[in-house]
């Protein structure tokens, strides 16, 4: 596609549910990249996904936060039993980073996630 | 880890006046440096970047940014704003064994009175 997208754009859940968030990257991108971007904290990494592989996802908050991809493209992230704090707004990013990925990263809109 | 800090949260500027934002980061290895972008209502978008080579990067919208290793600096210039440049700016760092995620600092709302 023209740009990396994201779904849903907005999303509001009760507290306790899960969710799932869906990023379709830019095609022909190996890298992949989820952020999330919150009042408190600023734009915070969560995970790294190299083709359908996670080298690092040291940015993950708890165990209730998990992300996958599939075809090397779209990419899920869940959401377990939502707690007020997970508010924020996720961003996914793209990138023809080789392995180092050293490369510019294009992103999506976001999903803003709102907990209540 | 690293960190990355700009030094201005809130900056106000007539239009055609001189900007300068400040951005250092923590890091000493070799770094890649990004300044990003978010328009109101938009999703972030790269303004300029800096692998090797030429310190001083030349970006989208007369924007430009120089890259001063001893400082550990990467400030964004740009010598006459417009109302159109309103927004948050980001800097980014990645470097090192991060695999290309970026480190961000806490960005700079710029508001431009016309």
């Known amino acids: 596609g023209a740009g990396v997208s994201q779904s849903p754009s907005n999303k509001v859940t009760e507290k306790g549910k899960d969710v799932e968030l869906r990023c379709d990257p830019i095609?022909?991108?190996?890298?992949l990249y989820w952020y999330r971007q919150s009042l408190g904290q600023g734009l915070e990494f969560l995970i790294y996904?190299?083709?359908?592989?996670?080298?690092?996802k040291s940015g993950l908050p708890s165990d209730r936060f998990s992300a996958e991809r599939t075809g090397g493209s779209v990419s899920t992230l869940t959401i377990q039993r939502t707690q007020q704090e997970d508010s924020a707004v996720y961003l996914c990013?793209?990138?023809?980073?080789?392995?180092?990925?050293?490369?510019?990263?294009?992103f999506g809109p976001g999903t803003r996630l709102t907990v209540t | 880890a690293q960190s990355v800090s700009q030094h201005n949260h809130h900056v106000i500027l007539s239009e055609a006046a001189s900007l300068e934002l400040g951005c250092n980061y923590s890091?000493?290895?070799?770094?890649?440096l990004f300044w990003y972008v978010q328009y109101p209502g938009q999703h972030l978008q790269l303004l300029l970047k800096?692998?090797?080579?030429?310190?001083l990067v030349k970006g989208i919208k007369g924007f430009e940014a120089e890259f001063i290793k001893s400082k550990f600096s990467f400030n964004l210039r740009k010598p006459s704003v417009q109302w159109s440049d309103t927004a948050e700016y980001f800097c980014?760092?990645?470097?090192?064994?991060?695999?290309?995620?970026?480190?961000f600092g806490r960005g700079t709302q710029l508001t431009v009175w016309p």
């Open positions: 095609s022909g991108h190996t890298a």
């Open positions: 890091y000493g290895g070799t770094v890649n």
């Open positions: 980014a760092v990645s470097g090192g064994s991060t695999l290309g995620r970026l480190y």
């Open positions: 800096y692998f090797s080579g030429d310190p």
């Open positions: 996904f190299q083709g359908n592989s996670a080298p690092d």
């Open positions: 990013a793209s990138s023809l980073a080789p392995v180092t990925g050293v490369g510019e990263q294009y």
